[in-house]
T-cell receptor, first 114, second 113 residues
Framework: GAGVSQSPSNKVTEKGKDVELRCDPI?????LYWYRQSLGQGLEFLIY????????KSGLPSDRFSAERTGGSVSTLTIQRTQQEDSAVYLC????????????FGQGTRLTVV | GENVEQHPSTLSVQEGDSAVIKCTYS??????FPWYKQELGKGPQLIID?????GEKKDQRIAVTLNKTAKHFSLHITETQPEDSAVYFC????????????FGTGTRLQVTL
């Protein structure tokens, strides 16, 4: 596609439920990143994919968070047993390759845990 | 790891004036410095970037300067317009296998008429 696409754009879930957030990167981009942006805050790195593997998962806050990428394209971020502190905008970005090349962001998924 | 500090947190300028946002970074190995503009309800949009082998880069009304010795870089917007109002983030990329971006905390720019 023309840009990074994320779905859903908004998600409201009850505390304790699992959620899946989807990212479709720009076609041909091998690197994919997930970031989290809490209200009024900067962007917090979560995980980075190169192809289907994740060389850096250092930003995942807890073992409730996991992500996968299949076919070197679509990525899914899963949050299990959601907590209220998980409420944030989850942003996905992709780049042609990871070595300092420009990263382009999607519009984000706003997650609200009630 | 890398730490990026950004100032000011808010900036108000009159239309037509210039705006300057400054960032410092801690990792001397960082070699890529992008700037993003984020409008309300949207994802960050890349507006300009600079690599460590360049001291300055311009794109129309926007320019970025980099001082590697002092480990700081700045965004300059000239002839500001109301549509420049947004939150601006600087970032730095540390070398290594991940090349993840470390972001500053953002500057909310308000351009008033």
């Amino acid at each position: 596609g023309a840009g990074v696409s994320q779905s859903p754009s908004n998600k409201v879930t009850e505390k304790g439920k699992d959620v899946e957030l989807r990212c479709d990167p720009i076609s041909g981009h091998t690197a994919l990143y997930w970031y989290r942006q809490s209200l009024g805050q900067g962007l917090e790195f979560l995980i980075y994919f190169q192809g289907n593997s994740a060389p850096d998962k250092s930003g995942l806050p807890s073992d409730r968070f996991s992500a996968e990428r299949t076919g070197g394209s679509v990525s899914t971020l899963t949050i299990q047993r959601t907590q209220q502190e998980d409420s944030a905008v989850y942003l996905c970005a992709s780049s042609l390759d990871p070595v300092g090349i420009r990263a382009f962001f999607g519009q984000g998924t706003r997650l609200t845990v009630v | 790891g890398e730490n990026v500090e950004q100032h000011p947190s808010t900036l108000s300028v009159q239309e037509g004036d210039s705006a300057v946002i400054k960032c410092t970074y801690s990792d001397s190995a960082s070699n890529y410095f992008p700037w993003y503009k984020q409008e309300l309800g949207k994802g960050p949009q890349l507006i300009i970037d600079i690599r460590s082998n360049v001291g300055e880069k311009k794109d129309q009304r926007i320019a970025v300067t980099l001082n590697k010795t002092a480990k700081h870089f700045s965004l300059h917007i000239t002839e500001t317009q109301p549509e420049d109002s947004a939150v601006y983030f600087c970032a730095a990329s540390s070398t290594g296998t991940a090349s993840k971006l470390t972001f500053g905390t953002g500057t909310r720019l308000q351009v008033t008429l």
